[in-house]
């Protein structure tokens, strides 16, 4: 590297982000990594995503049933 003259960026640490994942709770695994389901309103996973609009941020919470696939509910809000 230091014959082609590049040099390594180094990033500042992030305290903030070890301050979240600190705080955060680790539940057990209750799924034990098994997405399917013999009936219906058996298992529920969820997510959040975060989008990114043109007036600002929205977040998408879903609620899928593990059974057929279907959204169960969803919300959009902003914060």
Request: proline share 0%.
């Given at each position: 590297m230091k014959e082609q003259g590049l040099a390594a960026k180094i990033r500042k640490k992030n305290n903030m982000r070890k301050l979240v994942f600190e705080s955060q709770s680790i539940e057990e695994d209750k799924l034990k990594r098994n997405?399917?389901?013999?009936?219906?309103?058996?298992?529920?996973?969820?997510?959040?995503?975060?989008?990114?609009?043109?007036?600002?941020?929205?977040?998408?919470?879903?609620?899928?049933?593990?059974?057929?696939?279907e959204i169960v509910e969803y919300e959009i809000r902003t914060i």
């Open positions: 997405f399917k389901s013999n009936q219906a309103n058996e298992k529920f996973v969820s997510d959040i995503t975060e989008i990114t609009a043109r007036d600002g941020k929205l977040y998408l919470m879903i609620i899928q049933d593990l059974y057929n696939n």
